[in-house]
């Protein structure tokens, strides 16, 4: 299954959220299908991980958008949280912090961008410069857009330093939302992630939606690309994801490096530590 086919925006085309469906099960018959591949693929992730952090020449840069409840935290958790932690690392991006504000909207972000060998993955990112600070109106739409051709460029030094992008909007109905809200609202275990700010984004559906759009087709090319995953099933949330990271590591085709020592030397130093060892 080609999730990154199924699931890529093709660069240039204006997106309509609407058309798209949230939930999905693609070749799945259920959701114990849908685990086990996931599974699967977070194994090979890690092995293709672990190559390129070995391999260090190329880096991976995951960001995550979406919904309030759309599932950005299990995901990281069931799959992207999966990759060895000495060579993954997840930055959540909040409402700027004064210094941060005293700075342009890139500063942050720029130094949480992968070193080579690394992965990082982006909980929210630079687009909520183009998205809240849009619909909320925190700074003039002359500002904010600008801010899309800037990201553009900003995206383009990434990748001309050999970075691979992934830009994952997760796709959630308004009645799943609701949903999960009520969920959280039943299970004191999560009452921590409760707020009234969510309801108020709700009240302005269609005005991120538009927001979202925007950012998608203004943003999005062949080396950074968009891909809408429809979210109401979380099984097939993880599965797709899981599908397209696995599919991009194969291609980024990272390899050990060559042996640069004499192994015949370092055998023969081991058996005289062994025979000393014995004797
Ligand atoms: P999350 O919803 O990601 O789990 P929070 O509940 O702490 O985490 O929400 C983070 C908030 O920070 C969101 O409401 C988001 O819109 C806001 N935020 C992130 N980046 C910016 C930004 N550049 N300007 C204004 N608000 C931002």
């Known amino acids: 299954m080609d999730f990154k086919k199924l699931h890529q925006i093709e660069p240039g085309k204006s997106v309509k959220l609407k058309s798209i469906e949230t939930k999905q099960g693609g070749p799945f018959k259920n959701k114990a299908e ?15 991980q672990y190559r390129m952090f070995v391999e260090q020449k190329q880096s991976l840069l995951i ?37 941060e504000r005293a700075h342009d909207f890139l500063w942050r972000i720029h130094q949480c961008t992968p070193a080579t060998g690394m992965v990082s993955i982006f909980n929210r ?55 999960r809200f009520k969920k959280r609202l039943d299970n004191p275990d999560k009452h921590w992630k409760l707020n009234t700010g969510d309801y108020a984004a709700r009240d302005k559906w269609d005005q991120y939606r538009e927001a979202y759009e925007d950012a998608i087709a203004k943003c999005n090319s062949k080396q950074s690309p ?46 005289r530590e062994a025979a000393e060892q014995r004797s």
């Open 34 to 48: 849908a685990v086990e591949f996931t599974a699967d693929r977070n194994e090979k992730i890690r092995d293709l």
């Open 63 to 99: 960001v995550l958008q979406a919904p309030d409840a759309a599932g950005k935290d299990g995901l990281i958790r069931k799959v992207l949280g999966q990759m060895n932690p000495q060579g993954c690392r997840t930055y959540p991006f909040k409402v700027p912090s004064e210094i």
């Open 125 to 179: 990112s630079h687009y909520e410069d183009v998205l809240v600070v849009r619909v909320e109106d925190l700074v003039p739409k002359k500002i904010w857009n600008e801010r899309y051709e800037i990201i553009n460029q900003f995206e383009a030094n990434l990748v001309a330093a050999g970075t691979t992008i992934l830009k994952f909007f997760l796709h959630i109905s308004p009645e799943e939302q609701l949903e």
């Open 226 to 271: 968009w891909f809408v995953i429809p979210a109401d099933n979380k099984w097939y949330r993880d599965a797709s994801v899981a599908g397209i990271v696995h599919e991009t590591l194969t291609q980024m085709d990272p390899k050990m490096p060559p042996v640069d020592v004499d192994l015949d030397e370092i055998r023969a130093l081991y058996e």
